[in-house]
């Protein structure tokens, strides 16, 4: 049974309410503080709680951070790189077996014994370790190279372009004949080529002399072709040999069907000047027993038959050199020039053809007469002098010295020579402009 007696304490007893006034007065104050901010803010505020920092401020941190980063990046890249080149270096995928793993392109003239002797102690070597530069180098030494380009390929494969010369002409060198490009560039003759060059063979340089001093020479060779195939003719095709050797004056050898006359251009306007003489070539065969050389280098005289001594003896080829020679496509005029010796001094006088004279003064009767005559020369005894039978002929004229233009005078025409003061040597004289 429940015990009634005794006091009861009660909730509020136990728990006493809190001290009300007070916390409403913190309410208040809070919410007064409150207001004020909203209608002021440029009252002081309140005093902030000093916080505890690290020894380095929070920017420095940073950049510590991210270069420690970068550094292990760094460090793991160049690891990388290490173990590729390790790899690459001594692994057998990039080492290059045999000449099968080198390309070569361009190839025409220069044989693929010729590449491979440069090439071929890089067979069995790392790729990576073929010094490019250098081959590419020892490959423009081959003569018919005028440029190259070597590449390498991973794993092991080596690429080589060939750029070849350009022949222009064939070029005699003591007992050999070579080939030469617009630069002076000698080239052996090909072997085992089927292709044929249709080119003057060109005399008066050395096999000692520099390049720089044929490259001069070529320069004139290059200008003779273009202006002797300027306007289509191509007169070029009938030169077997165009001498050099003085560049003042270029001598050319022409061939056609009436034999081969050397003719002197001198140095400039080559082909105003080849032009008189492929028009006047047949009317100075019919009118001289022999037409060997033409001088043509003064504007008006022409020098007939001038080189009496022939050309300068040159040294035999040998029969292998002549084959080859031939087979390359050397015209058989200038090898036959050089196979024999020099002719033996003839006994004809050069002849001194003056301008024409004016006409108009001439009965029309005479010049059919002195054209008939022209054009139809009689024998020997009976050709028209240019001298009295009591002067003396003029020096000859040695194929190294340059002829003097000389101007006939004014004198009458000298009789004909009677049968007991006839001269042994006569020479003939025409006017340049009879056709």
Known sequence: MARKSGSTISQEELYPPADEPSRQELDDAHRLDLDVDDESPFLRGQKRVSVRRGTLPKKAATRLTWGALAALVV?????AVTAVYHYGEHSWRFRVESSDNIEISGLGNVTRSQVMEVMGEDIGRNIFFIPL?????????????????????????????????TPVAFVRLGSRILLIDASGTLMDLPTGSKK??????ILGMNAGEPQSTRAPRMKIYNQLLSELDSEG??????LSEVDLSDPDDVKVLASDPGGEVLVHLGASDFLGRFKVYMSHAQEWRQQFARLDSVDLRYEHQIVVNPDLQGPAKQPPLALSVAKAAAAAGVKPAALVTHETTAPKPTSQTPVLLPPA?????????????????????????????????????????????????VTPTASPAPAPPSNAAKPQKPSAGIPKGQP
Request: aromatic share 6%.
């Open 357 to 405: 004279k004016p006409t108009a003064k001439t009965p029309a009767s005479k010049k059919k007469a002195v054209k008939a005559h022209h054009r139809n020369p009689p024998a020997k005894k009976a050709e028209t002098k240019v001298h009295p039978v009591n002067t003396p002929p003029p020096p000859l004229r040695a194929a190294t010295q340059t002829p003097a233009p």
């Open 133 to 165: 530069d250098q081959r590419q180098k020892q490959l423009e030494q081959i003569p018919w190279v005028e440029s190259a380009s070597v590449m390498r390929f991973v794993p092991n494969r080596v690429k080589i372009e060939i750029h070849e010369r």
């Open 196 to 201: 044929k060059f249709s080119f003057p063979v």
């Open 75 to 79: 460090l793991v890249c160049g690891l």
């Open 233 to 238: 003719a191509h007169y070029s095709a009938s």
